[in-house]
Nanobody, 122 residues
Framework: AQQMVESGGGSVQPGGSLRLSCAAS?????IGWFRQAPGKEREGVAA????????RYADSVKGRFFISRDYVKNTVDLQMNSLIPEDTAIYYC??????????????????WGQGTQVTVSS
């Protein structure tokens, strides 16, 4: 069975960096990172397509966040730089087995991790 496990969350001051990791087991078409802030809907942050390692980003994180695969550790990592308070949220990684929908279509992702908290505050 597919399984997703996030790690690396925590608290950081504005301007700081954090690196999240998603340990993924199984076969996937794409893995995405999503986030949900209190009182807001879950939104896509970034995704990576397995067949060509193509990446996608939300406009709000372009140039600050970077998604990548670590083939040794078998993880998909999200490097988050220049963090701002608006990045505060629970971050989830998710996988989908088929190339369908847009990269940030939540309903096309079948397997989700439990989430990891990221807090950006001074």
């Amino acid at each position: 069975a597919q399984q997703m496990v996030e790690s690396g969350g925590g608290s950081v001051q504005p301007g700081g960096s954090l690196r999240l990791s998603c340990a993924a087991s199984g076969d996937f078409a794409a893995i995405g990172w999503f986030r949900q802030a209190p009182g807001k809907e879950r939104e896509g942050v970034a995704a990576i397509y397995i067949y060509n390692s193509g990446t996608r980003y939300a406009d709000s994180v372009k140039g600050r966040f970077f998604i990548s695969r670590d083939y040794v550790k078998n993880t998909v990592d999200l490097q988050m730089n220049s963090l701002i308070p608006e990045d505060t949220a629970i971050y989830y990684c998710a996988s989908k087995g088929l190339y369908r929908g847009n990269w940030d279509d939540i309903e096309t992702y079948e397997t989700w991790g439990q989430g990891t908290q990221v807090t950006v505050s001074s």
